[in-house]
């Protein structure tokens, strides 16, 4: 009985398109398509990138190099001759060190906004319900846990079905874990509790450089 | 160790004198780069299109008198003759497509004889030039008299032109009048920048290589670049006084809100869509006027990204222009005018990732433009300065047939001279618009303590601090905004990375960024 109930749920789901939130699903064999990270130590971990079609999640503390993989993001999305967008909540963005980094900003849209999360949420809804983006980041990394409260509880599955089925990879940055959708995952940049992160070379001040900083990522989620 | 300064951190940029030769010029701007194989984005032109352009024979054409009819002057006349698709520049010039004469009169060189031959029967003295494309026609007729036939390559036709042939270009464009035409003086004043430079021809400046050219010049830079090329920045939009695409509606009642005229412009643009696709056209421009109850006149001019024809896009892109530009009393009459061009021939790859279409990205950038401000969506430019933040936003047109910037802006001279961080690409900014002052508590000029009076602001002791790498600039033009500084690149108790730097003009500290 409780096994035919079930099976009736799973096809009321079905009906309704919902059912990728079963845990048991025929889905789960379908190929992935899936948008490579550019980072190899994290495409291995990702099964070959983030799922696209789905809402994934970056999150980390301050200077866990949360923009920094979300520029490798953009530079292998650019490469594969995607175009990308960056939904710039609090205008964080630096183009001129991206570019150092390697991202070709001829192929990034960039929406800035000035701190104010339910109109980059609005921004964010309009690039994607456009279509025709490899990769979309929504950065909210730096807006007030006060503004993301105000964000409606379905916000987030709402985006989720807007991308569903698309050839588009979405991204959110966040310094907590925020949402994403079922298929998606969750990449959490950890600090290195037990060493500097920072990496630096030279012994005096003015001799010195910061060459970079370690990344410790662990994933979340992602079937 | 000493202090690097100034000169230090930025590469020797030659002072370039008006004595200094072309070779220096190209020898500064890295000659070992090769032509570029891809056409700059801009307006590519069908290889069989043929453009001849018409131009008063005499050097100083007379403003036309407030009694004449706009369209009387003899090349007019011997152009419409020709063709149905002329489009003035000025006074003094007309442009006419001559693509489809061939089957009818047959080579270029017979069609330009034609229209000279016309000229003569109009007594007039008018200067003929014949080419691939708009731009080259109408430098050849402004740098030779006569009939001029270049069946060819437009850039090598017009290589041997006088730089000063561009500035009487842009001064015909500059007449014709228009909303561009500041923009269009501020361009004029780049050519005496290549005459600064030593070049003197055309050729030399097509030559340029176009990145480096864009970092010095910014898109005006590249904007001339491309018409030394004799490439195209538009289509060609046909003169009033051939067919036009025009519908009007005049209101029984006066509309103030913006729902019940997306209606009226569903009926009027519809008809217009269906009159484009039976004429094989689309639109490159919407006019729109609105007559107000006031006895004043509400006109907005969209200029559209790519040719199309569809009424719901255009209906929308209307919609949104007139959101972020309401007129100011209600409504009366409504008229929309349509600049036609020929259809947009598109070819998709089973083997490349679809981009948004124009029209797509259009409405998006418009809807975007509406929320957030229209300077606030696009794509970020790299400008040439060692400004802190230098770049500016540019329309987003993602293309493939561009080259990658990404190998020649990590590795090129911007990247390298830039800062040696930047070299490393491993740590991206997360800048703060402005900068957040900060106390910093600082031993012998080196921070030792930073604090911020925000919250959620990172803060504490200084464990590990690299530099300071001073940069100033624009100390000759306090008006554009100097800066003198010194950058620190710290790593704090609280776990962050930052960049801070000490303000030298106003003596204090700053914080531009977290190193993410």
């Known amino acids: 009985m409780p096994s035919a109930l079930r099976g009736e749920l799973e096809s009321l789901l079905r009906d309704r398109k919902l059912d990728r939130t079963l845990t048991t699903n025929a889905w789960a064999d379908v190929v992935r398509d899936v948008a490579p990270t550019g980072l190899e130590i994290l495409d291995e971990q990702l099964g070959g990138g983030i799922a696209r079609g789905h809402l994934s999640e970056i999150v980390g503390p301050r200077s866990s190099g949360r923009t920094t993989v979300l520029c490798r993001m953009f530079q292998a999305a650019a490469d594969r001759g995607e175009a990308i967008a960056l939904i710039d909540s609090c205008d964080r963005f630096d183009p001129v060190s991206a570019s150092a980094g390697g991202v070709d900003l001829t192929k990034l849209l960039w929406v800035r906004e000035r701190g104010d999360g339910c109109r980059a949420l609005k921004a964010m809804n309009l690039v994607l319900q456009a279509g025709g983006f490899g990769l979309v980041a929504f950065d909210i990394a730096d807006v007030s846990p006060m503004m993301l409260r105000q964000f409606p509880y379905t916000t987030w599955m709402r985006i989720a079905r807007v991308i569903e089925g698309s050839q588009t990879a979405a991204v959110v940055i966040a310094a907590e874990r925020t949402a994403r959708s079922p298929g998606g995952v969750t990449i959490a940049l950890e600090p290195a509790l037990d060493a500097p992160r920072a990496q630096w070379s030279g012994a005096a001040d003015r001799a010195r450089f910061l060459r970079g900083i370690e990344l410790r990522t662990r994933v979340v989620g992602g079937r | ?516």
Request: net charge negative; glycine share 8%; aromatic share 6%.
């Open chain 2, 1 to 516: 160790m000493r202090i690097p300064t100034y000169d230090d951190l930025t590469p020797s940029i030659p002072d370039i004198t008006p004595r200094e030769t072309f070779d220096e010029v190209a020898k500064f701007l890295s000659p070992a780069d090769p032509p570029p194989k891809v056409r700059p984005a801009s307006f590519v032109p069908d290889s069989l299109e043929l453009y001849a352009c018409l131009r008063h024979g005499l050097k100083t054409v007379a403003p036309p008198s407030p009694m004449a009819a706009p369209h009387t002057s003899p090349h007019f006349l011997i152009a419409r003759d020709f063709s149905p698709r002329i489009e003035r520049h000025g006074d003094a010039s007309v442009v006419l497509d001559v693509s489809g004469l061939g089957r009818l009169l047959g080579t270029p060189h017979t069609i330009g004889t034609e229209l000279a031959r016309a000229a003569d029967g109009y007594a007039a003295t008018v200067r003929t030039a014949i080419a691939r494309s708009q731009t080259a026609a109408r430098l050849l007729a402004i740098g030779h008299p006569g009939l001029t036939i270049a069946d060819g390559d437009a850039t090598a036709a017009i290589a041997s032109l006088p730089i000063d042939t561009l500035r009487v270009f842009i001064e015909d464009d500059v007449a014709g009048g228009g909303a561009a035409m500041a923009r269009l003086k501020a361009t004029m004043d780049r050519v005496d920048t290549f005459r600064r430079w030593g070049l003197t021809t055309l050729g030399e400046i097509a030559a340029l290589p176009s990145m480096e050219l864009s970092e010095r010049m910014g898109q005006d830079g590249l904007a001339l670049q491309q018409l030394a090329r004799g490439i195209d920045r538009a289509p060609l939009v046909p003169d009033p006084g051939v067919p036009r695409f025009l519908q009007s509606m005049e209101l029984e009642w006066p509309i103030d809100a913006l729902e019940p005229l997306s209606f009226v412009f569903a009926r009027l643009l519809e008809p217009l869509s269906s009159a484009l696709e039976r004429a094989d056209r689309g639109a490159a421009a919407l006019r729109l006027d609105l007559r107000l109850v006031d006895r004043t006149t509400h006109t907005r001019v969209l200029q559209l990204p790519a040719a199309m024809r569809d009424a719901k896009v255009l209906r929308t892109l209307l919609l949104l222009d007139l959101e972020s530009h309401p007129p100011s009393a209600a409504i009366d009459v409504v008229a929309i005018e349509i600049d036609p061009v020929p259809g947009r021939i598109v070819q998709y790859s089973l083997l490349e990732r679809a981009l948004p279409s124009p029209e797509t990205l259009a409405t998006l950038t418009a809807r975007l433009g509406a929320l957030v401000g229209d300077s606030r969506c696009g794509s970020p430019v790299l400008l040439d300065t060692w400004r802190p933040d230098g770049c500016e936003m540019t329309r987003f047109t993602p293309d493939h047939s561009r080259p990658s910037l990404r190998v020649s802006q990590s590795e090129g001279r911007l990247a390298e001279a830039a800062e040696p961080r930047r070299r490393t690409g491993t740590l991206i900014l997360r800048r703060f618009r402005p900068p957040i002052a900060v106390r910093v508590t600082s031993d012998r000029g080196r921070p030792g303590q930073v604090a911020i009076d925000r919250r959620g602001m990172p803060g504490g002791r200084v464990e590990r601090a690299a530099g300071p790498w001073r940069t100033s600039g624009a100390w000759w033009d306090p008006s554009s905004g100097a800066w003198d500084r010194d950058e620190w690149d710290v790593a704090l108790s609280d776990g962050s990375i930052c960049r801070l730097f000490f303000d030298r003009i106003n003596e204090c500290w700053f914080l531009e960024g977290i190193l993410d």
